[in-house]
């Protein structure tokens, strides 16, 4: 492989922009070329972020002969399109969670990634979180005892304009997918796929999930997740197991700080875990470390992984009776 991997970007929103000055920290990365549906808008992110190429079409980019790896940003239900595409055009992927509407979705998405023999995964970011990482692997090590209960919430007021991506079905809006997917994330990652799921929620105007709870069981253990647009939430994790509990402390998904607290505490042991920038260029990091070894697919968070995280959300939508416009004759 090449010395410097060479990025190319679509959709151009908010994240993007917060992932380009992540990427920009790397000595052996370089953004090369992005696409938008404005040119204007393409432009402007290329000069503020150094690309040398501009485009007013997702196309130009993930075919680009300077493109190794395309970073996909698009609204959700583009992201399974798009992937497909770049890996099929010969490029590796980085896409943005959920890199799926469903599990066809993704399945389809990882039988291109192997056709392709190129490196694809999920964007979920916070699996690569110092803080997240650490508490992890203390939890997997045993240091809490067996876990039996997790609990973790996502939830902030958002009044979002008609025909925002986030309220819009056709473009796989509500909470669920778009930060569900985070503390339902940290339910799987210790504990697996449950046994059952239970799930209520408030129903936007629009038809998406405004708010939605939701209760896993395992063998030996529950797990509670919330997410919502309608008001705050504590924005904290908790991982409680027979011989002590982690706390991870808000904003837990992105956090640089926990709590380890043994059994009979009241008070833990604070530590401190900095993140990198704005925290997306861990991700990078296990990517351009990745494909620079010869991977398809990125240990920490793999393409099984991703799979059974989808499926569990696809349960939690049968729960809930939340289906998009792409689960009817599109979802592949």
Known sequence: ???TLRWGMV????????????????????????????????????AEHGARWAYDSYEAVYTHPDVDIVYVATPHHQHAELSRAALRAGKHVLCEKP????????????????????FFMEALWSRFNPVLA?????????????????EADFSFRLDASEGSRTHDPAQGGGALLDIGIYPIFLAYTLLGVPETVQASMIRHPSGVDEQV?????????????????????????????????FVVHPLWHEAESYTYFRNGEWEGERLTRPKTG???????????????????????????????????????????????????????
Not at 17 to 33: E, G, I, K, P, W
Not at 134 to 150: A, L, S, W, Y
């Open 1 to 3: 492989m090449r010395t």
């Open 11 to 46: 959709g151009l929103g908010r994240i993007a922009h917060t992932f380009a000055r992540d990427l920009a920290r790397f000595q052996n990365a370089s953004l090369v070329a992005v696409g938008s549906r404005s040119r204007e808008n393409a432009r402007a992110f290329a």
């Open 99 to 118: 890199a799926a509407i469903n599990a066809a979705q993704m399945t389809s998405i990882i039988s291109a990634a192997n056709e392709a023999d190129r």
């Open 134 to 150: 650490e508490v992890i692997q203390r939890t997997r090590d045993g240091q809490i005892g067996p876990v039996r209960f997790i």
């Open 213 to 245: 709870a939701v209760i896993m069981a395992y063998e030996k253990a529950l797990a509670t997740a919330y997410a919502g647009f309608a008001s705050p939430s504590g924005l904290e994790a908790t991982i409680s197991g027979e011989e002590g509990r």
């Open 278 to 332: 704005h925290g997306l260029w861990h991700e990078i990091a296990a990517c351009q470390t990745a494909i620079g070894r010869g991977e398809t697919e990125c240990a920490l968070w793999t393409h099984q992984d991703a799979l059974n995280l989808i499926t569990i959300l696809d349960r939690v939508r049968d729960a809930i009776g939340l289906v998009y416009p792409s689960d009817i004759g599109g979802s592949t």
